[in-house]
């Protein structure tokens, strides 16, 4: 797209701001704003009025649908379209949607999954409108962002408690703000999502049922070239998908999205989308819709996008960085900044992530555990599964003298009255970057970097406000009403016991060493490092409790969400399983019988002319040896599969899973990936990692 037009299509399919302003009535548009930015709740009059208003302009937009657009527990979004069509009398029709349609909605959508929360013959469950994130058009239709929830009130998606703890942020963090003599309206949470994702050529994706049906190859033997040259990585990109990306700006810029940095990632065929942060709901919702648009882009250009955390082996999986910082009335408070009074704040609110963190490292852990992240996090190309912060040099100094009581002795030029020196000084000189860490503080804002790259990050942001909502009201139920004098010295010093109690949490090393487990377990770092294990701390009592202070989740919530997780984990694996039973004996066995067939064919007739065929008969007997394993290693899958899947109990079937099922998987790979080696080129059923990844 044209600069010029860039600026003149940016948005124009998203009810935001300027159009509502244009097209609501002065008093109406007054209202509306104040439930955006106070949460308050909406009135049916002024619903009926913004509904008007959003159905005259999706119609010139040439939208004849609406939906309400939804997150449920599998964390993909749902939707359901109904036209604006009131058939009348005469034949005509009339385009309507009334308010109480923009603000609630009845999907019937009762084969989501609910933990439990619901049974079937009570399904019924309904949609909320969320004006934080706007309404938009896509594909012709309406979409307006909510939640789902049951009728009895209990949340059935992923947004719904990650607007709570917004809501539980917002309340302690203003709570805090006031000690500092500040009366701000909003505290809210901004999140910049990168997103890493993969794009194949569509041929090689059709030829690929594990592809297909699981969004990884299950099989592959090592390619001749990986990753190893660190050539792709910022690298030029490829003309097609040079194009895909151009398209798939133009078309994000359209529905408002701020997508900024595009570039090559670190594996062959791997690419990144940065967008600019925004608030926690609409960057959830824009990467949401962002993934959908890449899927869709990527077919109109002969690809197909990979979303998947592990597609490949020996080669990097996909993550996606959760950059996360806390806004009040738009003044960043994760900036440190150069005076004093500030910079108190700022270490204030620094303590409280650091506690929160150390306090709910297995929170943190689980809100990232998926079966498809479990390829990720742990091996050396992501962050470890064990949790730790990453301050880099000058801010550690700064900690160690808080804690130690001494005077700060790094290179910072200015010391300052708090015993701390000025932190804007100390952060200019922050340029190291630790790509190895789980969570690390980058400036002016942390980076959670163990999401997955098709995780929802409501789960991530939803532990990280609540963890963080009660570090603050610590602070704040600490200090009372204190007065002025002390409470600087009173400030200093709750900082000084924080830190010290959780200062274990703080790594700045590698990540990726082999000492690191070792050391971290002696700190008594939590290190989880499968899904089944991590699952289960869901529903530990502490963290119930946790969610329940801060009204962000109920016991029978979590308990839905540790039921749905569990079984989404068995469900996926039971799936990669039956995906690798079908292609071995439908594709990888037939071909090695033709191959070996054919070779043992020429043996025989060479045999016939009274040559040996030395080489040929090797072969043969390797082929038939490979055939043997993997008829034998196929058995062990079905077998220890159907016994896993007849486990009920949510935990016991993730762990057979984890500890019976994957082991199979891995000798069936390790057999057939073997074989693929000595198979003939013309003979293998599907293109290999060197077709795929190498792509012109
Ligand atoms: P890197 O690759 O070095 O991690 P990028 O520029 O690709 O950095 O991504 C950084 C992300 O952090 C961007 O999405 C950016 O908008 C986001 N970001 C910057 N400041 C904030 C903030 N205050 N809150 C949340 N996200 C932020
Ligand atoms: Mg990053």
Request: proline residues 6%; neutral net charge.
């Given at each position: 797209m044209a600069s010029d037009k860039v600026s003149a299509e940016y948005g124009s399919l998203v009810f935001n701001d300027s159009v509502m302003q244009e097209r609501l009535p002065k008093p109406t548009y007054k209202e509306l704003s104040r439930v955006i930015t106070r949460g308050d709740q909406l009135d049916f009059d002024i619903a009926n009025e913004v509904a008007h208003a959003m159905k005259e302009w999706a119609l010139e937009k040439g939208a004849t649908h609406f939906t309400h657009w939804f997150q449920p527990l599998t964390g993909i979004t749902s939707e359901k379209h109904d036209s604006f069509i009131t058939p009348k009398k005469d034949g005509s029709t009339l385009m309507t949607f009334s308010g109480k349609e923009l603000v609630q909605g009845e999907p019937d959508a009762s084969s989501f999954p609910s933990g439990g929360l619901r049974a079937t013959f009570e399904a019924r469950g309904y949609t909320a409108w969320d004006p934080t994130s706007p309404a938009f058009i896509k594909d012709e239709v309406l979409c307006i962002p909510t939640a789902f929830i049951s009728y009895t009130g209990e949340a059935l998606d992923k947004k719904t408690p990650l607007l709570r703890s917004t809501v539980a942020l917002d309340k302690q963090a203003k709570r805090v703000l006031e000690l500092f003599g500040k009366h701000v309206t909003s505290v809210v949470t901004t999140i910049g999502p990168e997103q890493e994702y993969f794009l194949i050529k569509e041929e090689d994706y059709a030829a690929r049922p594990d592809l297909i049906l699981s969004g990884r190859t299950l099989f592959g033997c090592e390619p001749a070239k990986g990753q190893e040259l660190e050539e792709h990585y910022f690298g030029s990109i490829r003309p097609t998908v040079n194009e895909f990306m151009k398209e798939l700006d133009d078309e994000l810029w359209k529905l408002g999205v701020p997508a900024k940095t595009k570039h090559n990632e670190v594996a062959p065929c791997q690419h990144e989308l940065a967008p600019i942060f925004e608030g926690a709901s609409m960057a959830i919702d824009h990467n949401l819709v962002t993934m959908e648009k890449m899927k869709l882009i990527a077919s109109h250009h002969g690809l197909t996008c990979l979303e998947h955390e592990k597609p490949f082996d020996y080669v990097n999986g996909s993550g996606k960085h959760d950059n996360w910082s806390l806004s009040a009335d738009g003044k960043n408070l994760l900036d440190p900044s150069d005076t004093p009074e500030e910079n108190l704040q700022f270490l204030v609110f620094l303590t409280c992530v650091i506690a929160a963190v150390d306090k709910h490292q297995d929170l943190m852990r689980v809100s990232v555990a998926s079966a498809g992240n479990d390829h990720r996090l742990g091996a050396n190309e992501a962050p470890p599964a064990i949790v730790s912060i990453f301050l880099g040099d000058d801010l550690n100094a700064v900690v160690e003298a808080l804690i130690n009581g001494t005077?700060?002795?790094?290179?910072?030029r200015t010391k300052m009255d708090?015993?701390?020196?000025m932190l804007a000084d100390v952060m200019q000189d922050t340029t190291d970057r630790n790509r190895t860490s789980p969570f690390a503080f980058t400036g002016n804002k942390f980076e959670f970097?163990?999401?997955?790259?098709?995780?929802?990050l409501s789960d991530a942001n939803m532990v990280l406000n609540t963890a963080v909502a009660e570090m603050l009201d610590e602070f704040a139920t600490t200090m009372g009403p204190v007065y002025e004098a002390d409470f600087v010295k009173n400030a200093l010093a709750w900082i000084k016991d924080t830190l010290t109690a959780h200062q274990r949490i703080i790594f700045n090393g590698n990540g990726y060493s082999d000492e690191w487990p070792v050391e971290a377990e002696k700190r008594g770092l939590l290190n989880m490092k499968t899904t089944p294990d991590a699952l289960p701390c869901l529903v530990k009592k502490e963290n119930i409790e946790l969610f329940e202070k801060y009204a962000v989740c109920s016991e029978a919530e979590m308990n839905a969400r540790y039921v749905s997780k569990a079984e989404q984990y068995a469900k996926l694996l039971n799936i990669e399983a039956g995906v690798m039973v079908y292609m071995t004996r439908h594709l990888y066995l037939p071909a090695l019988f033709d191959y070996s067939g054919d070779i043992a064919t020429t043996v025989a007739t060479k045999a016939d002319l009274g040559i040996e065929a030395k080489s040929e008969k090797a072969l043969v007997a390797q082929l038939t040896d490979g055939i043997d394993a993997i008829s034998e290693a196929v058995a062990e899958l079905e077998e220890k599969n159907e016994e896993a899947k007849a486990i009920a109990d949510p935990k016991k079937i993730d762990d057979e899973y984890r500890d019976s099922v994957i082991p199979a998987m891995d000798k069936l790979r390790a057999a057939v990936d073997e074989m693929e080696k000595i198979c003939g080129h013309d003979y293998w059923p599907v293109p290999s990692y060197n077709k795929m990844l190498f792509y012109v």
């Open positions: 005077e700060y002795a790094s290179h910072s708090l015993g701390v020196p970097r163990m999401c997955g790259s098709q995780q929802n």
